[in-house]
């Protein structure tokens, strides 16, 4: 089988990926952390995307302006999340639930009232607007600058985590919620701040990948079950494991498109339903303990 | 004979803590059998594993000759084992002749219950909501019972799954001095086909209560022997003082 | 007292909602007589959800799964079985059911907002397919003329807006009376005790496993059920009647009823569905924003069931004394 065509499907796959691990790593933190399930998790990728459609114009001034706003506006939008759960924080997941999701029909529709109801069109800079011949084939230069610039997001992630006192307290949270109260850093303070985090992270992810998923009324349910399902897939609640199920759902969205288009619709219930399985085998073993 | 419960070389470890280390216990049928030592000595730890809630590292567990190490707690439940928790667990929602009910019901999943077997199951949970005192607040949810109650009633159920080995983890904890003389009383009472392990810090309850006394200390056994026998014994009382605090 | 107010609130708006039920084919014009059948299709999914949410505390958002696999196996298949509505329901079911038990692996060992997350990856990810798997479901455009259903041997088809409703009056009736019935004996107590400690039920030698995928499959099948009531009230169907929206909203329904009331969610997601067709007539440019609205203050003002099952991976209910560790949570971020 000849590899050529099928080179650009996968390095746009790997756009795609991190793109999506970027989107899903709010989530992780918002789940792990906080133990909140943020049904508005997509509609915050949205404000960052339609950001990026009001603003963008072809420069780089607009590229920087539209990502401050983007994130500064879906940073605040992860903040009225955590305001709106905090009187009712003690009620439980379905509460949670129900909150989130209403401010994301709330959120969805008053972006629809804005921006109206087409899915707006998004101006990459002028600079990075073509394609660029590499090894014989020709990539969108946006795809392979935006992947170089979602690694290094993906790395300091990485090290934020790894590295800083609030990462250390988040990875604390995670190993003992309790713990982290005697150290006199109340469940609130850690909500807003973990809601506020993933909202930047979303926002960013909005602005940056709207040229990769673009916004529109659509985008944040997609984000959000494309969000889940890596999340899912990887151990829910490790980064590393996002990360790769990010990566190899990039590779099923494009090049399992490209390779089996009839089968593509189950591709990914299938990678969910295998990965799924072979990890509930391992829970199986391990609770065969209790 | 066979034991009816016996612990072999049980280790457990929690990432690099030890918390037991090699543990051997042999338990006939019908002994009183008591687990002393100071905090961190492993005590619950041993009562976890006995009961199935944490696997060990090494060793095994056998429950009447048969080896149990890999079963869980439902099953090692329907072999005979009963247990009652540090903080009593009773189901809250449920009132306090649900809760014994569903430990007096069969324990298989989808088979065909006759008529007369549940009556039967209710009729063993009235009985036994009175012996523990409780006959009066049967429709009670469990959730509204003060900790005495609680107790009471966690003691109704899980005599209600017929065990032939207790497991008391302090039952005697956060008890008033009148309801540790109705727990003593209500031990002493059961029948000698029930066997009882049991963790308790006063030492009162398990000299009245138990013939023999094993002392853990930093997850090893330090002695076994008759009640008599371990006051006696110096290094004994001396490793139990320094670790009550 | 808050709470005793809630509670004879419900009681009287459910009489209300009942009444109205059953007089509604005498009352109202065709078009809402046949929107009331597609919301009472939904107001069964409820009670699956609320069987799951409520009873045996296992929050799911994913009903739309097999609610949807149901309503087109009771489309396909059951239509080229028999013209018969009984003979929809059963393979709807099935259908279900089915779809449950492919899903037990991933949901089976997972609780709380674990299982929240799992069962909306499911639940979108089954109507994704079905709007992408054209050749069996006609993809987003739906599949339409699904021919009209008998309700039993012998009978003449369902021809009527009100015919169509009062088939699925019958059979919501009957099915949730079932769900009634089985929930007052040995099934429902075994179900909320593990609701309130699973490790406390495994420590009485239940087979708790036993009883979580067996509640899961029954949900599944009455979700499925529910599916076929939804084609045979409105001839149609399409990946729209499943979105994520739906599952939301029957939470919403389940928590306005009273969680762990099966009857409550019956009535609860009827009124929710109903007010939310309402409103969109009324406003259709501002429905969503108003509905989410709704969302957020009916979750402030509502008390909803604190209690759903803890990850029963210790088997000790008890929170470990000091000289333990505690096992690693079942939620966290590893680097």
């Known amino acids: 089988m000849p590899v050529d065509p099928y080179v650009v499907p996968a390095v746009d796959g790997v756009a795609y990926g991190l793109l999506v691990f970027v989107a899903a790593s709010g989530l992780v933190l918002c789940f792990g952390v906080a133990g909140i399930l943020n049904l508005a998790h997509g509609t915050l990728f949205a404000i960052g995307g339609y950001t990026a459609a009001a603003l963008l114009d072809g420069g780089w001034a607009s590229l920087a302006l539209a990502l401050a706003v983007g994130v500064l506006a879906a940073t605040a939008a992860g903040a009225l999340v955590a305001v709106l759960l905090t009187r009712v924080a003690a009620a439980g997941h379905l509460t949670q639930a129900l909150v989130t999701f209403g401010v994301a029909l709330a959120g969805g529709s008053l972006l629809v009232a804005a921006f109206g109801p087409d899915d707006p069109p998004v101006r990459v800079p002028a600079a990075l607007d073509g394609s660029v011949a590499v090894a014989g084939h020709r990539y969108a230069a946006y795809r392979l600058v935006f992947i170089l610039v979602a690694a290094v997001l993906a790395g300091l992630l990485h090290l934020v985590v790894r590295r800083t006192r609030a990462g250390m307290l988040v990875r604390a949270a995670v190993d003992d919620a309790e713990m982290v109260a005697t150290l006199g850093v109340s469940p609130a303070v850690v909500r807003f701040g973990v809601l506020a985090a993933a909202g930047a992270l979303a926002g960013a992810a909005g602005v940056l990948g709207a040229p990769i998923i673009g916004p529109g009324p659509g985008t944040a349910d997609a984000v959000l079950l494309l969000s889940l399902v890596v999340v899912v897939l990887g151990g829910l609640g490790s980064m590393t494991g996002?990360?790769?199920?990010?990566?190899?759902?990039?590779?099923?969205?494009?090049?399992?498109?490209?390779?089996?288009?009839?089968?593509?619709?189950?591709?990914?219930?299938?990678?969910?339903a295998v990965v799924l399985a072979v990890r509930a085998r391992g829970l199986a073993t391990a609770r065969r303990a209790t | 004979m066979t034991p009816l419960l016996t612990a072999?070389?049980?280790?457990?470890?929690?990432?690099?803590?030890?918390?037991?280390?090699?543990?051997?216990?042999?338990?006939?049928?019908?002994?009183?059998?008591?687990?002393?030592?100071?905090?961190?000595?492993?005590?619950t730890t041993l009562l976890d594993v006995v009961a199935g809630a944490t696997r060990p590292a090494a060793g095994r567990i056998r429950l009447g000759g048969y080896d149990v190490t890999g079963l869980g707690p439902a099953a090692r439940a329907r072999r005979g084992l009963g247990r009652i928790h540090q903080r009593p667990a009773v189901w809250g929602s449920l009132t306090a002749r649900e809760n014994v009910l569903v430990a007096a019901l069969p324990r298989r999943a989808g088979r065909w219950q006759p008529a007369a077997r549940r009556r039967a199951a209710g009729r063993t949970a009235d009985a036994l909501l009175d012996r523990v005192g409780l006959g009066d607040l049967a429709a009670t949810p469990a959730g509204q019972f003060a900790h005495g109650q609680r107790r009471q009633l966690e003691i109704a159920v899980a005599l209600a799954g017929r065990p032939r080995l207790l497991l008391l983890d302090e039952p005697a904890a956060g008890l008033s001095a009148a309801e540790v003389g109705w727990l003593a009383e209500f031990l002493r009472g059961l029948p000698r086909a029930v066997a009882v392990l049991l963790v308790?810090?006063?030492?009162?309850?398990?000299?009245?209560?138990?013939?023999?006394?094993?002392?853990?200390?930093?997850?090893?056994?330090?002695?076994?022997?008759?009640?008599?026998?371990?006051?006696?014994?110096?290094?004994?009382?001396?490793?139990?003082?320094?670790?009550?605090? | 007292m808050r709470d005793r107010a809630v509670r004879a609130l419900r009681v009287a708006v459910a009489v209300a909602v009942l009444v109205g039920?059953?007089?509604?084919?005498?009352?109202?014009?065709?078009?809402?007589?046949?929107?009331?059948?597609?919301?009472?299709?939904?107001?069964?999914?409820?009670?699956?959800?609320?069987l799951l949410t409520g009873v045996a505390g296992l929050p799911t958002l994913g009903q739309t799964a097999p609610y949807a696999a149901g309503a087109y196996a009771g489309a396909v298949v059951g239509g080229q079985l028999s013209d018969v509505g009984p003979v929809h329901l059963l393979v709807a079911a099935g259908a279900g059911a089915a779809l449950a038990v492919v899903a037990l692996p991933l949901?089976?060992?997972?609780?709380?907002?674990?299982?929240?997350?799992?069962?909306?990856?499911?639940?979108?990810?089954?109507?994704?397919?079905?709007?992408?798997?054209?050749?069996?479901?006609?993809?987003?455009?739906?599949?339409?003329?699904?021919?009209?259903?008998?309700?039993?041997?012998?009978?003449?088809?369902?021809?009527?807006?009100r015919a169509r409703y009062l088939y699925t009056l019958v059979a919501v009736a009957a099915l949730t009376g079932l769900v009634l019935?089985?929930?007052?004996?040995?099934?429902?107590?075994?179900?909320?005790?593990?609701?309130?400690?699973?490790?406390?039920?495994?420590?009485s030698g239940h087979r708790v496993a036993a009883h979580v995928a067996g509640v899961h499959v029954a949900a599944g099948a009455i979700a499925g059920a529910a599916g076929s009531l939804l084609v045979t009230a409105q001839q149609y169907v399409s990946p729209a009647d499943f979105g994520f929206d739906t599952s939301a909203l029957l939470l919403l329904g389940v928590v306005v009823g009273g969680t762990a009331s099966v009857g409550g969610a019956l009535v609860g997601a009827v009124l929710v569905v109903a007010a939310r067709d309402w409103l969109f007539g009324a406003l259709p440019g501002q429905a969503p924003l108003v509905l989410g609205l709704a969302f957020v203050v009916v979750a402030h003002l509502l008390p909803t069931a604190r209690r759903t099952r803890r990850a029963g991976r210790g088997g000790s209910a008890t929170p470990r004394p000091s000289e333990v560790r505690r096992p690693p949570a079942v939620t966290g971020v590893r680097a």
């Open chain 2, 200 to 245: 308790e810090h006063r030492l009162d309850l398990v000299y009245a209560l138990c013939d023999t006394v094993t002392v853990l200390r930093d997850g090893r056994t330090l002695a076994t022997g008759s009640p008599a026998e371990i006051r006696a014994s110096g290094p004994v009382r001396e490793a139990y003082a320094e670790g009550v605090t």
């Open chain 3, 21 to 50: 039920l059953v007089a509604a084919p005498w009352t109202v014009d065709d078009y809402t007589v046949a929107l009331l059948a597609r919301t009472l299709a939904l107001g069964l999914v409820a009670v699956s959800v609320a």
């Open chain 1, 242 to 272: 996002t990360l790769l199920a990010a990566l190899a759902v990039g590779q099923i969205q494009t090049l399992g498109v490209a390779l089996v288009p009839s089968a593509a619709p189950f591709l990914l219930f299938a990678a969910m």
């Open chain 3, 181 to 203: 019935l089985v929930l007052r004996g040995r099934v429902g107590l075994l179900l909320r005790a593990g609701r309130d400690d699973e490790a406390r039920l495994r420590a």
């Open chain 3, 107 to 161: 949901v089976l060992p997972a609780r709380g907002v674990v299982l929240l997350m799992i069962t909306l990856a499911v639940g979108e990810l089954a109507v994704v397919l079905a709007g992408r798997w054209t050749s069996v479901t006609g993809g987003t455009d739906g599949l339409a003329g699904i021919a009209a259903t008998r309700p039993l041997w012998g009978l003449p088809v369902l021809a009527t807006d």
């Open chain 2, 8 to 43: 072999e070389a049980v280790t457990v470890r929690y990432g690099s803590l030890t918390a037991l280390d090699g543990v051997d216990l042999r338990l006939p049928l019908g002994q009183r059998h008591a687990l002393i030592g100071p905090n961190g000595a492993g005590k």
